[in-house]
């Protein structure tokens, strides 16, 4: 069994926390961030089931920006 490791961010999103993986496109949620969290453990073991990935991007240094943006 392979191991690999992934970076995940957490946030409040309205009333739910949002556990998103960094690394791939997959993200789930709950009512805390540990609900959030398992979650997402289990979305992303259900991913890595039924996808066959051979090079999973590594993040280095995340960082969160924040911008302005206008619209009618």
């Not at 999103?13 to 805390?32: I, M, P, R, W």
């Not at 961030?33 to 453990?41: F, G, H």
């Amino acid at each position: 069994m392979k191991s690999v490791q992934l970076n995940n961010i957490v946030y409040k999103e309205d009333k739910f926390y949002v556990a998103q993986c960094l690394n791939v496109d997959v993200s789930s949620f709950g009512k805390t961030k540990a609900e959030a969290l398992d979650n997402l453990q289990e979305a992303l073991e259900l991913y890595f089931e039924d996808v066959k990935v051979s090079v999973i991007p590594k993040i280095k240094k995340a960082e969160i920006v924040t911008s302005k943006l206008k619209y009618a």
